[in-house]
């Protein structure tokens, strides 16, 4: 019975820090798209900055 807690455990701690990971991912590309959206908004309120060319193609998408 122990080491079935500890399995799952393990599972749940796993499934904790690739969830985590994930939400990063998706908060940085939340902000890639913020800041391309205000650069095209209003593209004098904020500094040129040059966006890499594979967030370009996910733009296309």
Not at 16 to 38: G, I, T
Not at 41 to 48: C, M
Not at 52 to 61: G, I
């Amino acid at each position: 019975f122990t080491i079935l807690l500890r399995i799952s455990a393990s599972r749940m701690f796993f499934q904790y820090q690739q969830a985590s990971v994930e939400q990063k991912e998706l908060l940085q590309q939340l902000w890639q798209k913020q800041l391309r959206f205000e650069c095209l908004v209003n593209p004098a309120g904020l500094p040129q900055i040059q966006l890499p060319t594979d967030s370009l193609e996910d733009a296309a998408e």
